[in-house]
């Protein structure tokens, strides 16, 4: 082979090991997630320290209907399924949506909002969010929604939050049990928003036999319409704690989660 083709040889195998390893630096592997080898897909979205998140306290604020506000040490602002309607004050930084019902989504979020996380892809088939913003990773996973009669697959997401070494998720409106593929790709939960209509999304024992599963230290309700508390917790059984508080708020750290697997109600609910 002519020399000048040898060296034109190496340099294009050196820009493929220095594509390789710049794509690798992209890469922050999930902490929570539970299947060995998982290592998502990262878009890098702002800086992140080097050593991962800072450790510190994360303050989780029940703004209205399925939407939470998570507020991250370096303050970074978060709504989950988003309408517009709850959680807008002040805007968030990032929301998240589902298209269940117009009270999880907004058509037109305010353009101010940097990072607006849909659960659905607009063009069909899964769509899949993996974004670091700051001291957060979030990511998601997809579930089926019902559609009428229908089920249409990938129309929902779990999305989960991983910040100061915890690991946050929201079920969205979640209509059907989950497989173990789902469990693998969620992983570890410490806090675990669930939907607790009885019916809308699905029944309350099903609802049990996923938190059950997923082992959250913290368990908090969501999505309530006529379903009387005593009833989820009665279903929910013994082995969980049951705290009433009388704010909207809770802050939270891993030094504080509690031993015993506890649900807490946080006014409003």
Request: proline content about 6%; overall charge negative.
């Amino acid at each position: 082979m002519p020399r000048r083709a040898l060296l034109e040889l190496a340099l294009a195998l050196l820009a493929v090991l220095f594509s390789s390893a710049a794509a690798s630096a992209q890469q922050k592997p999930s902490t929570c997630v539970a299947m060995a080898g998982k290592t998502p897909e990262i878009v890098r979205a702002a800086f992140t320290p080097a050593g991962g998140a800072a450790a510190g306290t994360v303050k989780l604020t029940y703004a209205g209907h399925s939407t939470y506000v998570i507020e991250t040490p370096e303050g970074v602002r978060i709504a989950t399924d988003y309408s517009g309607i709850y959680g807008d004050d002040p805007l968030p930084r990032v929301v998240t949506m589902n298209k269940a019902h117009r009270t999880h989504f907004t058509p037109s979020p305010d353009a101010r909002i940097e990072y607006v996380l849909t659960g659905w892809n607009p063009e069909g088939g899964p769509i899949k969010h993996r974004l670091s913003v700051d001291d957060v990773f979030i990511r998601n996973v997809t579930t089926d929604i019902r559609s009428g009669a229908l089920m249409e697959a990938d129309g929902n997401s779990i999305f989960i939050f991983e910040v100061a070494g915890l690991c946050i998720g929201h079920l969205g409106h979640l209509h059907h049990p989950l497989e173990d593929r789902h469990f693998a790709e969620i992983g570890r939960l410490d806090v675990v928003m669930v939907p607790i209509d009885g019916g809308m999304t699905q029944s309350l024992e099903n609802m049990r036999e996923i938190t059950d599963r997923l082992h959250s230290s913290i368990v908090l309700p969501m999505h309530r319409h006529s379903t009387p508390i005593a009833e989820f917790t009665a279903m929910m059984g013994k082995d969980f704690a049951v705290e009433f508080r009388g704010e909207r708020w809770l802050e939270v750290t891993t030094a504080t989660l509690p031993r015993r697997p506890t649900i807490i109600l946080l006014e409003g609910v």
